[in-house]
């Protein structure tokens, strides 16, 4: 019996995650884990909330909390929503768990005294008004690649270009807005040239990493790596444990690699078993983790070269189920442009296992691939409701219809009825294969593609005919059923679950128990079909626009009257709006990058005059002002020619 420690990459929790990432870490680690379970191995699935580093802190200071307030929240909130995903962690923690901030700081100690960890000075952004150097995200500018003018200090997030932030143009301070300059700091860098021979032959060696991971990591590799920086200026993290790194603190991405041995002792230390968290790092156990392609360097390379740093035998990953990136109707998922659905706005929505069923059908295993409402709706109403759904509830119908709802043995098998239990057992192993090799997507279509046969297989056999066939028809039929609790419990759990109600076997029973003179519950739809209006009801797809729909939002034209801006705000104006008929209102639009108070004062603009008021920065907002945006760059919508204020847009 194998020993698997399976990690998901841990989600910075600055926000909730979104269905990208999902798919890409956490949803399909638990779809491994539950196979690996049913399987009967021994296994042990973690990740946690990565809760450090400059984005938090960002905003903990644009909300004036501090960060652990911040992350406190943020991770309760996540941590239930996986539980609502069904994600079945063993051990869902956190980085400022004290068995987390204690075990980094020991490890880096003994890569420290093993002499892998020096220092240098480097030149970094530093505010005189604040008095703190700046690092990455508490700078912005103007991106050198693509213009953008919000690029942050490491990256661009219209060109995706990485940055230093010594390239920015206007530089400024995120907190205060003040330009920066530049001053010298030392800090702690971990030695990761000296393991070039060792990862290259690590990376070579793995025939179990995919393409992509190890395509990506060799080139790295044979460009030359460079010393990583383990420390940065700033107050929200792990204090550094080197000598003389007094007020620093380990960079977060240097630190959450370090979560799953972490994660792995806290689960052993809660339940009383100090040492047994070595069993899934040493003497063969397997180490698989589950990430988007941007984080392989970390998964294949730094966190390989610290582990082989401590001397101590660690095992290094069997291997790194790396996705590329689900894109969002040909868009990158984007929470400052809205762009994408989040776990939980999906949630509700509809079901989970919608959800899961949906991504883990598109999982982008070898190329970049496109979520949208046109194959959402396909995944559920015809693969869902269609086919799984429709076959089991055709089964379970004509076998309380005419069997009283038990199983029958069968009269006699014919070739087809044979056919059709070879495909089962067929359907097994390559679903057994393919999640062995972690190739979740083709898995899933192998489940479907039984399906379908197995409605071909009904509606050809026509049991409602009676007949000495019909109880071979339902018997086989109820295999098919049978076997499917199984298939599905590592995809749709919940659904698998409800499947297993209705033939009163629990996973144990379902996995060896015959179906002849199996008693069953009258069926229950498993599924519903979703239809084009409920979907732009919530939210989703278009259902076709009318002009009562129109109508709804109050379209209208206004003047703007009145500009200012908003105290403390850098990128927002307090306007003034005339809708006509003596009527004014208000709202708070981010247009202060873009126009001058001088260019908005007396122009005609396009309002949402039919909604719930909002307070944006402690200012009533009334209405929304209608814009454009594309790469950086945002155009407010105003009428072709003069129109009154307060006129109808149909």
Not at 156 to 181: K, Q, V, W
Not at 229 to 248: M, V, Y
Not at 312 to 317: A, I, S, V
Request: charged residues 25%; glycine residues 6%.
């Amino acid at each position: 019996m194998a020993r698997w420690l399976l990690g998901s990459a841990w989600p910075y929790i600055n926000y909730v995650p979104h269905l990208g990432t999902i798919i890409g870490s956490v949803l399909s680690g638990d779809v491994i884990a539950r196979y690996l379970r049913l399987k009967g191995e021994r296994v042990l699935y973690v990740s946690g909330s990565d809760e450090h580093g400059t984005p938090i802190e960002v905003e903990a200071l644009r909300l004036k909390v501090p960060p652990r307030k911040l992350t406190d929240e943020n991770h309760a909130k996540v941590k239930e929503l996986f539980d609502r995903w069904h994600i079945s962690f063993d051990n869902y923690t956190r980085t400022e768990s004290p068995i987390h901030i204690e075990f980094v700081r020991d490890f880096y100690l003994k890569v420290y005294r093993n002499g892998y960890v020096f220092t240098r000075e480097e030149e970094l952004p530093y505010c005189p008004k604040c008095r703190r150097f700046l690092p990455d995200r508490f700078v912005q500018g103007v991106c050198p690649r693509c213009g953008y003018p919000e690029a942050y200090g490491d990256q661009c997030p219209t060109c995706g270009a990485p940055l230093d932030p010594r390239e920015l143009g206007s530089p400024h301070c995120t907190i205060c807005g003040s330009t920066p300059e530049v001053r010298a700091t030392k800090h702690w860098y971990f030695d990761l040239p000296s393991f070039t021979e060792k990862l290259e032959k690590y990376v070579e060696g793995n025939p179990r990493l995919p393409e992509n991971a190890r395509n990506f990591s060799l080139r790295l590799i044979r460009e030359g790596l460079k010393p990583r920086s383990l420390t940065r200026d700033i107050g929200w993290g792990i204090p550094a444990p080197f000598p003389g790194a007094e007020g620093k603190t380990i960079y977060v991405w240097m630190e959450a690699v370090l979560g799953y041995i972490s994660a792995t002792i806290e689960y052993f230390r809660l339940r009383g078993e100090e040492e047994r968290w070595r069993e899934f790092w040493f003497d063969g156990a397997r180490v698989v983790f589950f990430i988007g392609k941007d984080n392989i360097p970390f998964h294949t390379i730094i966190l390989p070269a610290l582990l082989m740093a401590t001397g101590e035998g660690y095992e290094l990953p069997w291997t790194v189920s790396s996705t590329e990136f689900l894109m969002f109707e040909g868009k990158k998922f984007s929470k400052s442009q809205r762009i994408g659905v989040w776990i939980d706005e999906a949630l509700e929505m509809f079901p989970a296992d919608y959800w899961r069923y949906t991504l883990l059908s598109i999982r982008p295993e070898v190329r970049d691939t496109n979520f949208t409402w046109e194959l959402f709706l396909e995944k559920v109403n015809s693969d869902l409701n269609d086919t799984i759904g429709n076959f089991v509830h055709r089964a379970l119908t004509f076998l309380c219809k005419y069997f009283n709802c038990r199983v029958p043995a069968p009269s006699t098998l014919d070739d087809y009825d044979r056919r059709m239990l070879e495909e089962i057992e067929k359907a097994k192993k390559e679903f057994d294969s393919l999640l062995h090799q972690m190739r979740i997507q083709q898995a899933v279509q192998v489940v479907a593609d039984l399906l379908r046969k197995a409605n071909k297989y009904f509606n050809d056999k026509e049991p409602w005919r009676g007949g000495v066939q019909a109880s071979s028809t339902l018997n086989v039929s109820m295999r098919v059923v049978a076997a499917l609790t199984v298939l599905l419990e590592p995809l749709i759990p919940e659904t698998a679950e409800a499947l297993r109600k209705q033939l009163k076997l629990s996973l144990a029973e379902a996995l060896e128990k015959p179906v002849e003179g199996l008693e069953v519950e009258k069926p229950k739809p498993l599924f519903r079909k979703i239809s084009r209006e409920e979907l732009a009801e919530k939210g989703g797809a278009e259902a076709g626009v009318t002009p009562q729909d129109v109508a709804k939002l109050g379209l209208r034209v206004a003047r703007i009257i009145g500009v200012e801006e908003v105290p403390k705000a850098r990128k927002l104006y307090k306007l003034r709006l005339d809708l006509g008929g003596g009527l004014t209102k208000q709202t708070v639009a981010g247009l202060k990058e873009y126009y001058s108070p001088e260019e908005l004062l007396g122009k005609l603009v396009v309002v949402v005059s039919n909604m719930k008021p909002a307070k944006l920065m402690g200012v009533n907002s009334e209405v929304m002002l209608l814009a454009a945006s594309e790469e950086g760059k945002v155009a407010i919508l105003v009428p072709e020619k003069p129109v009154k204020p307060g006129s109808r847009i149909f």
